[in-house]
């Protein structure tokens, strides 16, 4: 579980994540895996009252958006999952 907070909203994800934002209140959320290839972010823009959801990538399985500033994503950790030897 990994928690960000960006425009005064917490984000909440079940993998880490990066998080990039600019000063407008755009933000791209990207799973945190070096080697899992070229991913499609969760696009999102925040303000002081509410979250315009731009984009959601495939391998995200949920977003919720809570009336106390929270955002949760839920990924789809299957494709995430190492390889067993």
Known sequence: MMKKTVHGWEIISN???RVYQDEA???AILG???NFGDQVPV???FDDDGVDI???S???KSVRV???KKVRIEWHDEYFEE???
């Open 15 to 17: 993998l880490d994540v």
């Open 25 to 27: 209140g755009g933000v």
């Open 32 to 34: 945190d895996r070096d």
């Open 43 to 45: 696009l999102l823009n």
């Open 54 to 56: 731009k984009a959601l």
């Open 58 to 60: 495939h391998l995200t």
């Open 66 to 68: 809570s009336l106390d």
């Open 83 to 85: 390889e067993a030897d």
